[in-house]
């Protein structure tokens, strides 16, 4: 074995141990779309005057005025609350400088735990001046006396209170006990630590100083501006003193888990700044477990279509890379445990799509090959093979830098499951690269180099040009003749697909308008006018209703509180025997208007970045021809989904997305060609020479576009009907795109083309064979 060979069979055989050994020994993160549970994004807010105010008079901390800090201790905060919930596993990390995500696997109550999280806890202990007498007086801080505020005690009589005398960062410890001697119920006891016991004597021995019954003989405790307990101090404590022993206790109409919270917030500390739940999004258990599945089955079943798809059309070399197929699975799965990624559901979704980006660089390859050994005339399955591979490369680092570039823009612009799908589709494209390049490499130069394989090279799949490529020998078109026709179609199918968006409206979903979107099982089939009317009745006139098949129905509307979520849960339970809620999601106005301007950005980037390496690769005249077509892909996708009413939501920007790189990779593979004939050729008119190279790359674009139509397909049939969707637009993309790249950026090059001398605008670099 020659040492280039044994070097890149050394490589590979090191790759797959090193993958293995990750594989065995690192376990995969899920996602909670995957294992179930509840995701809460907080958004940090500057606290307001009224918090300022009191935390100054209080002469306590107030928190960090830089808003990292401040972040950084509300994390800490949040820590320790979602640690005494008792929930294994959760995770709370920074996103952005004022967002923290947090998620809690298996907690289906999200109203239980966006409560818990979201309150700022801040405790403080006011001596009371008295009932507030002046008619003027409401709850709130009072502007002619700034270190005094009115607030309502438990019965509702408002308190005017002086600035408080102790704070949270007082406080040692609480502790949720039950008064099983008196029977007085639930009470927190709370212990002072330091200058806070006695501060805790001087409060109570000034009130005590004041006759029994008089209001100001009480203390009000209060947590995030609600009188909680104003206990009037007893006769017993005399007057100056005050109660010793820095602790008391806060009594009230608690019950056990009401007492425990309490404690745990003041024990947990109060949050430097004030936070608001911007998204929120559970998973039930069943629909994690459904999702694993079906993805599951949709990886086995594609790939084991794409590969027989591929042992057939290229017998040896393509059983070779089947088994590359394997191991291109391997490493991803190695690649995304080693980085700690989380894998979500449309990362397994690009787990999958990735294997149609193996076979694309493999069918190049293998094309290149066939190309090779029919245009020489002693030429060998192994010399040929390695040609194809010398030839291909080209093609196969411009199509995979451009997808590359989608998922890096899904990562960086995205949120939430989408930018999952960006990191796992960008860990795939770089593993079909190594696969393909390395792996099948080593595994076919070997095979084809075998007594066997030089006695019967048919077998091995590259001596023979191949039934597409034999047909278009035999039949000889000319489809370039007359480009403007391509063109003319494709703006017919532009105006139908603009006329869908502006007649039908594009459905957006609840990441780009803020709302809610709530997902029942039901035991029993629920009509959609039914549901509707009933909602209206319940006070949701708005409410939008959708059947999501079988015994699932979907529930959106604008933003709502938990409360009228539960509202929505209830009318639902009425009309069948038993609900069941799959998914809820809580997307913030705000929140909303951000996420639909970052994914016109992303679109726009997107579209930029392409032209922008297309440009550098093919000069401006290609490049601007490969981006129209995308820019036609783009608005004929969005088309077919408004003419079909279908959600335009954060899974469909990642499809979308997603076929700008596959339309790339078409566009990318013909131009490719082209430069090379034109540095054969230059003299030659451009439509002849785009005539041939269009003519010269379909067999690889059938070929690819029916491994990656398998893949795509199982997608939608058995991907359940979270990527049935994603599988559709995918589908539709891959068409569209696959059309495009033939008939509207070549059509477009020509037109432009023919107006310029030959050579202009057109790169001629690249060293192709003599031969050809």
Known sequence: ???????????????????????????????LDLRGGTQIVLETRPPSAADAGAGTAAGADSGPADPS??????????RGRVDALGVSEATIVRSGSDRIVVELPGVQDPRHAADLLGRTAQLTIHPVLGIAADPDDTPAPLPKRPHQQVLPDESGALLRLRAPALTGTDVASADALFDRETGAGWHVAVDFKGAGRDGWARLTGAAACRPAGDPARRVAIVLDGKVISSPQVDPSVPCGSGIGGGATRISGSFDGTEARELALLIQGGALPVPVETVEQ???GPSLGDEAIRAGAWAAVIGTALTALFIGVTYRLVGVLSTVALACYGLLSYAALAAVGATLTLPGLAGFVLAIGMAVDANVLVFER?????????????????????????????????????????L???????????????????????????????????????????RRRPRLTGIAHTGRVRDGLHRWNPRPMRRPRRWLAGSAVAL?????????????????????????YATTTPVGSD????????????????????????????????????ASVSEVVKGLTPRAETVRDESIGPSLGRELRRGALIALGVALAAQLVYLAARFRWLLGTSAVVALTHDVVILLGVFAWWGKPVDGVFLAALLTVIGYSVNDSVVVFDRIRELRRLDGAAPFSRTADRALLQTLPRTVNTGLGAAFILTTLAV??????????LALLVGLAVGTYSSMFVATPLAIELGDRLPAGTGVPSSGRPSAER
Do not use: C, K
């Not at 090959?369 to 591979?389: C, I, N, V």
């Not at 199509?399 to 570039?405: A, E, G, H, R, V």
């Not at 058995?718 to 599988?727: I, R, V």
């Open 530 to 565: 039914r549901l509707r009317g009933a909602l209206a009745e319940a006070g949701f006139p708005h409410a939008v209703v959708q059947s999501a098949g079988g015994d699932r129905i979907i529930v959106r509307t604008g933003p709502m509180t938990n409360a009228q979520a």
């Open 69 to 78: 800090s401040a972040a950084d201790r509300t994390v800490e905060v949040l």
């Open 495 to 519: 105006v139908l697909a603009a006329s869908g968006v502006a007649v039908r409206g594009l459905d957006l979903g609840v990441e780009f308008t803020g709302g809610r979107l709530v997902e």
């Open 1 to 31: 074995m020659p040492g280039a060979p044994r070097i890149r069979a050394l490589i590979s055989l090191a790759i797959i141990a090193l993958s293995l050994a990750v594989a065995v020994t690192v376990p995969l993160q899920l996602g």
């Open 369 to 409: 090959a066939r190309e090779e050994y029919a245009s020489r005339e002693r030429a060998t399955p192994r010399s040929s093979l390695t040609a194809g591979f010398r030839g291909a490369f080209s093609a196969i680092a411009d199509s995979n830098i451009t997808t590359l570039i989608a998922a890096g823009l």
């Open 411 to 453: 990562f960086f612009l995205a949120s939430g499951p989408v930018r999952g799908f960006g990191v796992t589709l960008g860990i795939g494209v770089l593993a079909s690269m190594v696969s393909a390049l390395v792996v099948t490499r080593s595994l076919a130069e070997h095979a084809v180099a075998r007594p066997w394989a």
């Open 281 to 283: 999004r559970v998973v």
């Open 718 to 727: 058995f991907g359940g009907e979270a990527l049935t969707d994603f599988a």
